[in-house]
């Protein structure tokens, strides 16, 4: 196993962790859409809870995924829906912001944890496309009602089952 951040400090502390427990992974940073590892070094590439956003180029990170598997291998992503930079965090009824689109490119993030972060959006289609399009079969997309993190303190309308916070891809590498 092998693990890819670009912050110095997630990648040791995800290593310390890894080698408290016993886990055979390894920990390098790298830039992605730069990996730096071999290609076809791998059977199945994960990436979630947090990592799409912070690409702008989505077709070069699914071209660089696309790379490092082997054939037939597998791709798997569990993200945040697009449409979850829309919804308050209001508890009584669920609103859609104001100064948010499905269809922006980003917006600047004003909640804890990445308060003023400018986040990339891609919706739904364009995920689903540009993974055909580098060479992927999908077989399998679920959008689901529960967000993949819920703040600590905060009960938002919006993460009670009516409406998608979540979304899971999983494709082949044709
Ligand atoms: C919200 S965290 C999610 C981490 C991990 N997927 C998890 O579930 O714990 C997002 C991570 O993406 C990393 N990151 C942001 N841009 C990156 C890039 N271009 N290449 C590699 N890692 C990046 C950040 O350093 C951060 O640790």
Redesign the pocket.
């Known amino acids: 196993m092998h693990g ?4 110095e400090a ?1 990648v040791s502390s995800a290593q310390r962790r890894a080698d408290e427990l016993g886990i055979p992974c390894r920990y390098t940073r ?3 859409p730069t990996s730096g590892l071999e290609g076809a070094c791998a059977d199945l590439v994960y ?5 799409l956003i ?2 702008s180029d989505l077709r070069a990170f699914f071209a660089e995924v696309h790379r490092l598997l082997r054939p037939d291998g597998w791709f798997y992503v569990y993200e945040a829906h697009p449409l979850v930079p829309l919804w308050t965090w209001d508890a009584d009824e669920i609103r859609v912001r104001p100064d948010r689109g499905y269809f922006a490119t980003s917006h600047v993030n004003d909640t804890f944890p990445g308060n003023g972060a400018v986040e990339h959006q891609h919706t739904l289609s364009t995920i689903v496309m540009t993974c055909r399009r580098a060479g992927f079969e999908v077989e399998h997309l679920d959008e689901h009602p529960e967000p993949f993190w819920l703040p600590e303190g905060i009960n938002a309308a919006a993460w009670d089952g009516r409406v998608p916070n979540a979304f899971s891809l999983l494709a082949r590498r044709a």
């Open positions: 890819l951040d670009y912050s997630a790298a830039v992605m990436t979630g809870k947090g990592g912070w690409l």
